[in-house]
């Protein structure tokens, strides 16, 4: 299906999402998780230069470091077994285990983003706040996040800005503003650039390379707006006055990545009201003004990632919390035609948050997702995607913080396994990969 819309220019403009609750009254122990049920868990180090800082650490006999020792042996290796006619079959390996650490403070924690904020090779964490003027960093293979002022946000992007380094830099939207703030990533410590004229309070952030060169653009979606606004980047954190692009009725949430093949990144727009995903393709020097539609029920937010190896990528849609319609997932795979998408259990009814990462090493996507009960009690549920199966395959699920807000897979701690991280009412919370 085709849906046709046009571009309208901006006189001056141009997003990705996360508002914690109560504390979490849960025992503040590291523990590693053994199916259903975390277990406490004993000590070791993680990979990192400098032995890191105490505060965050687990709280049962944790030595120097932040990592304790899992209860049971894990391996990536695939083996074969024969039976007794003969037969050599392959066995799957066995899943990861994950490591639960002690909350580290984080009041208002909410957006957040994983990549490069300094100078060394471990991803890092940038965490806005939504109740206080704080953006904290917190550089891999440590506990202790480090505040700076920035204004309470509801949303963020990291993105870089070119020469001279190629670490991540941010762009954050504050709340209630049309005043999108920038900070370069300079070392150990972000500089604030040039703010961005939006023409409404962003509710959500995208970034990728839309308008056709090398450098990457940056996306906003506006509450109860119709149109995407689009803001061309230059070196440096310049960017543009910005175009207005209508995408459909009501939008809940957009990314950008390339799913259908096109010279440039594609704007993939969920729109919970008409029930669409829409994908609105890049064709080099800028986007497609008609979008590629598939139905959805209530489609509510969404992740991109590679679920075959092979570009383009592929994308996992959420259905809007607590409103029934089935699954509470479906898959979009990437290509040059777009067929329906497969929908698929990823937890309850009140699924409000996912992240698609490699976690057990085979290079394709795995899935995280959130669910905040109607009393805001958190859960965490970790699938891997069977690729022989074409499926996700359930492997944990344990409780969280209070009110969970947003979850990112990367590689916290240097050991080339991917890592968890989520923001909730009980500030950061860290699942390291004991793979």
Not at 183 to 208: D, H, K, N, Q, W
Not at 345 to 362: M, Q
Request: proline share 10%; charged share 15%; with cysteine.
């Amino acid at each position: 299906m085709r849906r046709t819309g046009g571009f309208a220019v901006a006189a001056a403009l141009v997003v990705g999402c996360f508002n914690p609750g109560s504390s979490d009254t849960r025992d503040e122990t590291t523990t590693t998780s053994t199916g259903d049920a975390p277990t406490t868990a004993g000590p070791t180090a993680p990979t990192t230069d400098e032995p890191p800082t105490t505060t965050g650490e687990c709280t049962t006999d944790c030595g120097t470091g932040p990592t304790p020792t899992t209860t049971s042996t894990t391996t990536t290796t695939t083996t074969l077994t024969t039976s007794d006619s003969g037969e050599t079959t392959e066995q799957p390996p066995a899943p990861p285990e994950f490591m639960q650490m002690t909350p580290i403070d984080a009041p208002g924690a909410s957006a957040l983003v994983a990549g490069l904020l300094n100078d060394d090779t471990i991803p890092d964490l940038a965490v806005t706040s939504s109740s206080d003027s704080t953006l904290y960093w917190l550089l891999g293979g440590t506990t202790q996040p480090m505040p700076y002022p920035a204004s309470a946000s509801v949303a963020m992007v990291g993105l870089n800005f070119g020469p001279p380094d190629m670490d991540i830099d941010l762009v954050l939207a504050p709340v209630d503003s049309m005043l999108l703030e920038t900070y370069s990533s300079m070392g150990e410590a972000p500089v604030a650039g040039s703010p961005i004229m939006t023409p409404c309070p962003p509710l959500a952030l995208a970034t990728g390379q839309v308008t056709g060169d090398a450098n990457p653009d940056v996306v906003v979606m506006c509450s109860g707006v119709f149109s995407a606004y689009i803001f061309k980047g230059d070196v440096g954190g310049v960017f543009d006055n910005g175009t207005a692009m209508p995408i459909g009725q009501m939008p809940t949430a957009i990314a950008v990545g390339d799913v259908v093949g096109t010279p440039d990144d594609d704007l993939i727009v969920v729109s919970s009201p008409d029930n669409f995903v829409d994908v609105y393709r890049g064709l080099g020097d800028g986007l497609d003004n008609s979008a590629d539609s598939m139905v959805f029920a209530a489609p509510y937010e969404l992740a991109i990632g590679d679920l075959d190896g092979a570009a383009p990528y592929d994308l996992v849609v959420l259905r809007t919390p607590a409103i029934p319609g089935g699954p509470a997932c479906a898959v979009l795979r990437g290509g040059p035609v777009l067929e329906p998408l497969t929908p698929f259990d990823c937890g309850g009814e009140t699924v409000t948050a996912l992240a698609l990462g490699d976690l057990d090493g085979d290079a394709l996507s795995d899935l995280v997702t959130l669910e905040t009960s109607p009393d805001k009690a958190g859960k965490i549920n970790i699938y891997l995607y069977a690729a022989t199966q074409a499926e996700f395959v359930p492997i944990h699920a344990w409780e969280i913080g209070m009110n969970p807000q947003r979850v990112v897979i990367a590689d916290l701690d240097g050991d080339e396994d991917g890592d968890i991280a989520v923001t909730s009412a009980a500030g950061i919370e860290l699942f390291f990969n004991a793979a």
